[in-house]
């Protein structure tokens, strides 16, 4: 099983950037389609979708909230998932997870993704 874990998080102002990483270990021989999700704390939101890579980097989604603003990449070769955070905003507050998974049909769906990292957090203050 491969094992996630995130890196990167922290406080910025808002319009500021932040990078955040996901290092897999484990039974890293994908393929892994790759995402990253966030979950607001307190609010019961659950996990929302932000990006996802596939294991080729041929297929890149994105959240509409985030779209020209955040860039996911991955490195397949150091087992390393990215997103890059510009132009943050207060509402882009929240717990960061990344995800993976080995047969996907809806990125969107978080029940689809079979492991999970800690989670990593990343505040945005006006």
């Known amino acids: 099983q491969v094992r996630l874990v995130e890196s990167g998080g922290g406080s910025v102002q808002a319009g500021g950037s932040l990078r955040l990483s996901c290092a897999a270990s484990g039974d890293t021989v994908g393929p892994y389609a790759k995402a990253w999700f966030r979950q607001v704390a307190g609010r019961g939101s659950g996990f929302v979708f932000v990006a996802g890579i596939s294991y080729s980097g041929n297929t890149i989604k994105y959240a509409d909230s985030v779209k020209g603003r955040f860039t996911i990449s991955r490195d397949n070769a150091k087992s390393m998932l990215y997103l890059q955070m510009n132009n943050l905003r207060p509402e882009d507050t929240a717990v960061y997870y990344c995800?993976?998974?080995?047969?996907?049909?809806?990125?969107?769906?978080?029940?689809?993704?079979?492991?999970w990292g800690q989670g990593i957090r990343v505040t945005v203050s006006s």
């Open positions: 995800a993976a998974s080995q047969i996907l049909n809806d990125w969107s769906v978080s029940s689809e993704y079979d492991a």
